[in-house]
């Protein structure tokens, strides 16, 4: 009795559980999401403390600080696109694994750099090597969502709702190529570069609802 307890009790400790057949270990996701959610709103916090205000009391002295207020703004966008996504995809997850887990981390490392390269883009007016970096962050960024979409994916199955929804994910795969664009178009003039990074945000800005149709048509189903 006592062996059965001690089992038990460390399943509560490690916030898992086994599947019937107590072959295979069930992670559940919930701690994955409510620390990936707290990182993402200390970044936000960590951007916003980061706005100072003019030193003069005229339009002047806030135009001056206009940079500093566009690159935040836009940084706040790409940070919530990633909050949105990151929260449909474990919509579509019902457990997690170590690869799936070491994947999250690997873009939680990417996600906070972003007050960095962001104060540092705005303060130097969108000057060629800061917008160079700010561009290696979102394409570093980028590849580490793909990483962890594709670890769940693998976890899941090619059948499972994730890759149903997710299909053959352009968006996903071509953003890469045009972070590497605007990254190198910063040397030349880095009006492209800011065009290119505004552009692919206004495309993942747009509702993507695969996940929710799928799951909704997966619920109505199973009814």
């Given amino acids: 009795m006592s062996g059965a307890v001690d089992a038990s009790l460390v399943e509560v400790l490690l916030?898992?559980?086994?599947?019937?057949?107590?072959?295979?270990?069930?992670?559940?996701?919930?701690?994955?999401?409510?620390?990936?959610?707290?990182?993402?709103?200390?970044?936000?916090?960590?951007?916003?403390?980061?706005?100072?205000?003019?030193?003069?009391a005229d339009l002047a002295a806030l135009t001056s600080l206009l940079p500093v207020r566009l690159s935040y703004v836009l940084s706040f966008v790409y940070l919530a696109i990633y909050w949105n996504n990151h929260h449909h995809m474990f919509q579509a997850t019902d457990r997690v694994g170590g690869a799936v887990l070491w994947a999250n981390l690997h873009l939680l490392f990417w996600l906070p750099l972003f007050p960095f390269v962001t104060d540092w883009m705005g303060e130097n007016h969108f000057a060629a090597i800061p917008t160079a970096l700010y561009g290696g962050v979102l394409l570093m960024a980028s590849i580490a969502y793909w990483i962890l979409q594709a670890a769940v994916i693998t976890q899941h199955g090619s059948d499972?709702?994730?890759?149903?929804?997710?299909?053959?994910?352009?968006?996903?795969?071509?953003?890469?190529?045009?972070?590497?664009?605007?990254?190198?178009?910063?040397?030349?003039?880095?009006?492209?570069?800011?065009?290119?990074?505004?552009?692919?945000?206004?495309?993942?800005?747009?509702?993507?609802?695969?996940?929710?149709?799928t799951l909704a048509q997966a619920g109505t189903s199973d009814e």
């Fill in 15 to 56: 916030g898992s559980e086994t599947t019937p057949d107590r072959t295979r270990p069930i992670m559940h996701k919930g701690r994955l999401e409510a620390f990936s959610d707290g990182v993402i709103a200390i970044i936000i916090t960590i951007m916003m403390l980061e706005l100072k205000a003019p030193h003069g």
């Fill in 160 to 213: 499972s709702l994730l890759a149903m929804a997710i299909g053959r994910d352009l968006k996903g795969k071509l953003s890469p190529l045009f972070y590497a664009i605007a990254i190198a178009s910063a040397f030349l003039h880095v009006a492209i570069s800011q065009l290119l990074y505004i552009g692919l945000a206004l495309i993942w800005l747009v509702p993507d609802r695969r996940i929710e149709r």
